[in-house]
């Protein structure tokens, strides 16, 4: 019987230990624990329940383009309890100079694929208009150092294109910083783009234009989530696993294989040492690279030099008629030039109608991110009093909420800087070379829910069907 140790009970372990168990049901002989330092599972992931509402307190939704969330949400038997976003009423603004400017329609992320459109808005001064015209004629060029985001969009639309665009966007995804994310690692496609045919506009529109040509049925909701929220996934995972097989509030402080057997030793904290034959870890790349840094340095070295953000969401719960004043759409995202601390805010009950009773509305705001993790340290009451004012300021909206919600997400986003796809192949290659060991999570292949999954997917699948080998001293 293989003993298979996962550390960290996010989706990433906790995809894992279902891909294990639906392996055991399969007749894998095998066996896994989760240890899980926090009292719940999940991670970041959580969904709470106020005044009727659905709050969620990390990610709210998740894209349906890459499949591993899907797939798993089918497999767990969970698919009728899918929800799309209301793309109908799908409005985004920016906030310009105080006042909130509707993204212009054919705006692709952050690429612009109807001039006319993006010629009569106001989010554009008229330079960056014309560049962006220009740009239509730009010639293929192969990336050839590891750019950030915010050089490659200067470089084709233009600084205001960086400030207005690029870096609300990636603050609002990633936590992040565009002059400080890889544009390889966080933005391949438009890599693949540029190299083929240099105007990320011209290959927006025959991208568009094929998925037209093949497209049969109405595009698919942009974002999909569950009725009940995201929790519904933890949940459903939950029930499936051997109750016996979780271990909650357990802090693990270190791995490290034993010298005369195949076995792997795991120190539980106040609690000894366990055995096992193989070690999962699926916890931020950081704490990885604690665990393991008596077992290799190189490969420690490597996992703590990606760094992580911090972030904090903050659910206001209204009645509908306080918020009469909102526009349309699913919310605003804020430049860094607008000098506020809110990073964006969602109108939840219009994104997702299901979110809230038919009275009620819900904003959720987010702060933090790469270039204010001193936020972190205020108290609610401040956070709180910020967004408030804010808010007053963005949306004119004076009225107190009905119930508030902030929720602390320290050191959880991975962020990809240059060189991360390089570090990202040290580490799989120092981690080849230790029997019995697999990595999961947000620091390496994607930092998004479905990637997350499919991290946990293939190292439960990798140490599976690994036979329990002996450590060689050399990949010590
Ligand atoms: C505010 C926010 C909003 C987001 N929104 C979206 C979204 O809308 N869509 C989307 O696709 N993605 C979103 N994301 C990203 C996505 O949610 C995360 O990347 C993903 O949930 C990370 O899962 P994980 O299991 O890898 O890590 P985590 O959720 O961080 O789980 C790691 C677990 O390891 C445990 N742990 C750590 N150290 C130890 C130890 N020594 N011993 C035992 N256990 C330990 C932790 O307690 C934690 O539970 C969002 C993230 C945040 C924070």
Not at 28 to 51: I, K
Not at 371 to 379: Q, T
Request: hydrophobic share 40%; proline share 6%; aromatic share 6%.
């Amino acid at each position: 019987m293989k003993r298979i140790a996962i550390i960290g009970g996010g989706i990433s372990g906790l995809s894992a230990a279902f891909y294990l168990q639906k392996a055991r049901a399969a007749g894998a002989d095998l066996e896994y624990t989760v240890f899980e330092s926090g009292q719940r599972l999940g991670g970041s992931m959580y969904s709470d329940r106020v005044e009727g509402c659905l709050v969620e307190a990390g990610p709210d939704s998740f894209l349906t383009e890459k499949p591993w969330a899907l797939a798993l949400c089918k497999e767990l038997g969970i698919a009728d309890q899918l929800i799309g976003s209301n793309d109908a009423e799908r409005k985004t603004y920016i906030l310009v100079n105080g006042r909130l400017v509707v993204v212009p329609d054919g705006l692709m992320f952050m690429v612009p694929t109807q001039l006319v459109a993006t010629a009569l808005s106001p989010l554009f001064s008229w330079s960056t208009k014309l560049r962006m015209a220009r740009e239509l004629l730009h010639p293929p060029r192969p990336m050839q150092t590891d750019e950030t985001v915010a050089q490659l969009v200067e470089r084709h639309f233009g600084a205001e294109v960086v400030d207005r665009l690029a870096d609300p966007l990636l603050s609002g995804v990633y936590g992040g910083d565009a002059a400080k994310l890889s544009a390889r690692a966080v933005l391949p496609r438009f890599v693949e783009m540029e190299e083929k045919y240099g105007s990320l506009s011209r290959a927006m529109l025959a991208a568009h234009k094929k998925m037209m040509a093949t497209r049969k049925h109405p595009p698919p909701p942009l974002f999909t989530s569950l009725q009940d929220g995201m929790q519904q996934m933890v949940d459903a995972i939950a029930v499936r696993l051997d109750p016996e097989s979780i271990r909650l509030r357990t802090h693990i402080l270190r791995v490290y294989p034993e010298e005369s057997s195949s076995s792997w030793r795991v120190a539980v904290e106040m609690n000894g040492e366990e055995r096992f034959d193989a070690v999962l870890i699926a916890t931020p790349a950081n704490v990885a690279g604690t665990l393991l840094d008596g077992v290799d340095r190189g490969l420690a070295r490597n996992l703590l030099d990606i760094t992580y953000s911090s972030s904090i969401t903050v659910t206001l719960g209204y009645y509908l008629q306080q918020l009469a004043g909102l526009p349309p759409g699913f919310g605003f995202l804020v430049p860094r030039s607008e000098g506020t601390r809110m990073l964006a805010c969602t109108f939840v009950h219009n994104k997702f109608p299901h979110r809230a009773p038919q009275d009620k509305g819900i904003l959720r705001c987010f702060l933090g991110g790469a270039r204010d993790e001193a936020v972190l340290g205020l108290s609610d009451d401040e956070i709180l009093e910020t967004v408030h004012r804010e808010l007053r300021d963005i949306l004119k909206l004076d009225a107190r909420p009905i119930f508030s919600r902030v929720y602390r997400w320290r050191g959880a986003m991975a962020q990809y800087e240059p060189g991360h796809i390089a570090r990202v192949q040290r580490i799989e290659k120092h981690v080849e070379e230790i029997p019995g060991l697999a990595l999961a999570g947000n620091a390496y292949h994607g930092i998004g829910v479905p990637d997350c999954i499919r991290s946990g997917m293939e190292a439960a699948n990798a140490l599976a069907q690994a036979p329990v080998a002996s450590l060689s001293p050399q990949s010590r």
